[in-house]
T-cell receptor
Framework: AQSVTQLDSQVPVFEEAPVELRCNYSSSVSVYLFWYVQYPNQGLQLLLK??????LVKGINGFEAEFNKSQTSFHLRKPSVHISDTAEYFC??????????????FGKGTLLTVNP | GAVVSQHPSWVICKSGTSVKIECRSLDFQATTMFWYRQFPKQSLMLMATSNEGSKATYEQGVEKDKFLINHASLTLSTLTVTSAHPEDSSFYIC????????????FGQGTRLTVV
């Protein structure tokens, strides 16, 4: 069963509009949660992460995410998007792969397309 | 943040030949490295986890004899695709962490492999 679920495969928005990319996690995933951004033909860049503490996490490029334990969610938000935010966004969680080893489990990704 | 360099960025090879992809941590020692495969418009699939000086741990369904992983030093891991076939064409991405339970992984820029 998938441990990290991204509910939307594509999200089109207009420039300067707010956006929310949804992510839910299952109990098999630890509460170490991440959002990554991937531009075409490139690796992944960390946007933000939640390890503990404040449930509202601020990241780079004006993004933020809120950890909600009761809803097992970690949605990513930005109040005003730019054309340059067009990219694939991945939600990920750490899962135990045996002993003290952990691995990242990724959602299927959400393609954010910002239109002028 | 830490830098992970992956080489080559893209490679085209003939069917039946082997291809080696390098993943280097440039400014930190990477005890653990991860190799992922990404099909077009899909998420990252973990292929294997390698800890320096020990054998890689492969995910279920990944052929260890086909995808040879070597992590001989704390700054270098290599993935060799042996006897490559067109179905091995994909985007391969490595990431590196500073420990097996390190909560942040740093990603290389990826390698686009095309087998003709």
């Amino acid at each position: 069963a998938q441990s990290v679920t991204q509910l939307d495969s594509q999200v089109p928005v207009f420039e300067e509009a707010p956006v929310e990319l949804r992510c839910n996690y299952s109990s098999s995933v630890s509460v170490y949660l991440f959002w990554y951004v991937q531009y075409p033909n490139q690796g992944l860049q960390l946007l933000l992460k939640y390890l503990s503490g404040s449930t509202l996490v601020k990241g780079i490029n004006g993004f933020e995410a809120e950890f909600n334990k009761s809803q097992t969610s970690f949605h990513l938000r930005k109040p005003s998007v730019h054309i340059s935010d067009t990219a694939e966004y991945f939600c990920a969680g750490l899962t135990n792969s045996g002993g003290s080893n952990y691995k990242l489990t990724f959602g299927k990704g959400t393609l954010l397309t910002v239109n002028p | 943040g830490a830098v992970v360099s992956q080489h080559p960025s893209w490679v085209i090879c003939k069917s039946g030949t082997s291809v080696k992809i390098e993943c280097r941590s440039l400014d930190f020692q990477a005890t653990t490295m991860f190799w992922y495969r990404q099909f077009p418009k899909q998420s990252l699939m973990l292929m294997a986890t390698s800890n320096e000086g020990s054998k890689a741990t492969y995910e279920q369904g990944v052929e260890k004899d086909k995808f040879l992983i070597n992590h001989a030093s704390l700054t270098l891991s290599t993935l060799t695709v042996t006897s490559a076939h067109p179905e091995d064409s994909s985007f391969y991405i490595c990431s590196a962490g500073q420990g097996p339970s390190d909560t942040e992984a740093f990603f290389g820029q990826g390698t686009r492999l095309t087998v003709v």
